[in-house]
């Protein structure tokens, strides 16, 4: 209960700063006095849902604000062209060129990645592996074999697909193939799941 308390009046005089109010004007707008809200924002008192309630509706904010975690403004991650990273995986001796993308970097149970195909690749070797695939065509086609499934996916199509299952693709015609490309890992997405409830 104490993370909410402090969690409540920290916002609660944030959001009044943010609002330009005094704490006289919020006691005025509520009804409430000033020593109240004074107590509420320094956590000597937890107020009541109602008085919650009023709160928020003079700082015209919903109540979900007070409980809500906060998001961190630098939680973002940016690739620049000249920064552009090429990774190693199996699919490289087979042809497949991977360009890591953005992404956050504390999910680690995904990975985006822009695969580029060319014409010249061999059609001999099928991959198999744990998680689910999903890929978007950018530019050019390919035939992808799935399964015992050969399917013709153009620019603007797109699939989805457990990953278990053997797949590979070529180009369909003598044009270089640009897929975009996520991979869900599912066992490091479920040490995450089991991390976060730790």
């Given amino acids: 209960?104490?993370?909410?308390?402090?969690?409540?009046?920290?916002?609660?005089?944030?959001?009044?700063?943010?609002?330009?109010?005094?704490l006289q004007d919020v006691a005025n707008f509520t009804g409430f006095s000033k020593a109240l809200i004074s107590q509420i924002e320094n956590n000597i008192v937890m107020p009541p849902i109602n008085t919650l309630a009023k709160i928020a509706k003079v700082l015209n904010v919903k109540m979900t604000y007070f409980f809500e975690e906060e998001i961190n403004q630098n939680d973002f991650f940016v690739v620049r062209n000249d920064d552009k990273k090429y990774i190693y995986r199996e699919g490289v001796k087979y042809g497949y060129m991977y360009e890591e993308l953005a992404k956050v970097k504390s999910f680690d149970y995904l990975?985006?990645?822009?695969?580029?195909?060319?014409?010249?690749?061999?059609?001999?070797?099928?991959?198999?592996?744990?998680?689910?695939?999903?890929?978007?065509?950018?530019?050019?086609?390919?035939?992808?074999?799935?399964?015992?499934?050969?399917?013709?996916?153009?620019?603007?199509d797109?699939?989805?697909?457990?990953?278990?299952?053997?797949?590979?693709?070529?180009?369909?015609?003598?044009?270089?193939?640009?897929?975009?490309?996520?991979?869900?890992?599912?066992?490091?997405?479920?040490?995450?799941?089991?991390?976060e409830k730790d």
Avoid: C
């Fill in 1 to 22: 209960m104490e993370d909410i308390e402090i969690k409540i009046g920290e916002r609660v005089r944030k959001i009044r700063n943010e609002r330009g109010l005094t």
């Fill in 111 to 156: 990975d985006w990645l822009l695969v580029t195909i060319k014409p010249d690749r061999p059609n001999d070797k099928l991959f198999s592996h744990e998680g689910y695939e999903y890929m978007y065509i950018v530019k050019g086609g390919l035939k992808m074999s799935l399964g015992n499934e050969v399917l013709e996916l153009k620019a603007g």
């Fill in 158 to 195: 797109s699939i989805a697909f457990n990953a278990k299952i053997p797949h590979a693709a070529v180009t369909l015609d003598e044009t270089t193939a640009q897929v975009l490309s996520a991979h869900l890992k599912l066992e490091t997405l479920t040490e995450y799941i089991k991390n």
